[in-house]
C-alpha cells in the first residue's frame, strides 16, 4: 500500500528497484535492468519537463500576454522534475553502508509483487496509454 502522486510512483520505483539489487547475486543481468530502469525514469522525467515547458511556451505566445501565474507554474514543473531526479541520482548507486538497509527493506518485495510494479510501472508510460487508439486506427 501506498500513498498516491508522485510520491507513490518514487516509492514502487525503489521498491523494484530495491528487489533488483538485492537478486543481483541470482541473475547477473539484473544490474542492467536497474540501470536501465533508471536511464528510463531519468529519460521520461527531462521529456515530461521539456514537453510542459513548451506547451506553456506555446499558450504563451499564443495569448500574447505573459501571466505571473504561467510562470509560476513552470517554476513548479522544474521543481517538480529537479526533486524527480534529485531522487533518482539518489538511488542509482547506493553506498557501501547502504547496502545493509537496502536489504532489510527490500524483503517486503518477492517476485510477484516486482512483475505487478514493473506492469503498473509500464501502464504509466505514453504507449501503453495510447495502446487503445493505435488498435482503433
Request: glycine residues 2%; contains cysteine.
Amino acid at each position: 500500500q501506498v500513498s498516491g502522486g508522485d510520491d507513490e510512483i518514487q516509492q514502487l520505483q525503489k521498491a523494484l528497484l530495491d528487489y533488483l539489487d538485492e537478486n543481483t547475486e541470482i541473475d547477473a543481468s539484473l544490474v542492467f535492468s536497474r540501470k536501465f530502469y533508471v536511464a528510463q525514469w531519468f529519460r521520461d522525467t527531462t521529456m515530461e519537463t521539456e514537453k510542459a515547458i513548451k506547451s506553456q511556451k506555446d499558450e504563451d505566445s499564443s495569448e500574447g500576454t505573459h501571466h505571473a501565474k504561467d510562470v509560476e507554474t513552470t517554476g513548479q514543473i522544474m521543481h517538480r522534475a529537479e526533486s524527480r531526479k534529485k531522487f533518482l541520482r539518489s538511488i542509482i548507486k547506493p553506498a557501501p553502508s547502504q547496502f545493509s538497509i537496502l536489504k532489510m527493506n527490500s524483503d517486503t518485495v518477492d517476485y510477484e509483487d516486482a512483475c505487478l510494479i514493473v506492469r503498473y510501472l509500464a501502464s504509466m508510460r505514453p504507449f501503453a496509454q495510447s495502446f487503445d487508439i493505435y488498435l482503433t486506427q
